[in-house]
T-cell receptor
């Protein structure tokens, strides 16, 4: 039973390019959370998605960032026109059911984005 | 507003010493969950424990133990007889469970633990 998968594990982009981060949840999980960990900081919630729906995007920057979780395929976190401040580790977590809080989230290994 | 504070940025101990990592949280919900995660140098997040707000019993798992005290809004983590492999960043997190909450985790800033041989 494979865990949460994220790819790529490391991504290097130049300023102004686009970054696409992928997350495949655990089998049977239809809820995905994205978190960002800036250097020397804790993880910050970005967005919560269920299949084909964005449920909570209160942690997403207002511009350049978007997320989707299509009916088929992985969840995608997309960052347009990256800037150096976007350099961070991006973690995805999946959950098996509706979270009213407390449902364990299973974390992927993260994608380390470096913007040159 | 919800918040998690880990006041200890870095702790350094010598192997076999006991060490306690502090976690203080703020929430208006009466139902919530608290978590501890470990992030070793390799970078992944390892789940350690989940505790709900109605269960104040302390828990012990091998060398690890957790002390949950609602009166002081604290959920402290103790490692007994520390080992070099315990060296990592440890995160405390909160998830509110009231109506309308989506289960997102609110993380503290983390405590870097270094265990020296």
């Amino acid at each position: 039973n494979a865990g949460v998968m994220q790819n790529p594990r490391h991504l290097v982009r130049r300023r102004g390019q686009e970054a696409r981060l992928r997350c495949s949840p655990m089998k049977g999980h239809s809820h995905v959370y994205w978190y960002r960990q800036l250097p020397e900081e804790g993880l910050k919630f970005m967005v919560y998605l269920q299949k084909e729906n964005i449920i909570d995007e209160s942690g997403m920057p207002k511009e350049r960032f978007s997320a989707e979780f299509p009916k088929e395929g992985p969840s995608i976190l997309r960052i347009q026109q990256v800037v150096r401040g976007d350099s961070a580790a991006y973690f995805c977590a999946s959950s098996p059911r509706t979270s009213g809080g407390g449902t364990e989230q299973f974390f992927g290994p993260g994608t380390r984005l470096t913007v040159l | 507003a919800q918040k998690v504070t880990q006041a200890q940025t870095e702790i350094s101990v010598v192997e076999k010493e006991d060490v306690t990592l502090d976690c203080v949280y703020e929430t208006r919900d009466t139902t919530y969950y608290l978590f501890w995660y470990k992030q070793p140098p390799s970078g992944e997040l390892v789940f350690l424990i989940r505790r709900n707000s109605f269960d104040e019993q302390n828990e012990i798992s091998g060398r690890y133990s957790w002390n949950f005290q609602k009166s002081t809004s604290s959920f402290n983590f103790t490692i007994t007889a520390s080992q070099v492999v315990d060296s990592a960043v440890y995160f405390c997190a909160l998830s509110e469970a009231g109506s309308g909450n989506t289960g997102k985790l609110i993380f503290g800033q983390g405590t870097t633990l270094q265990v020296k041989p």
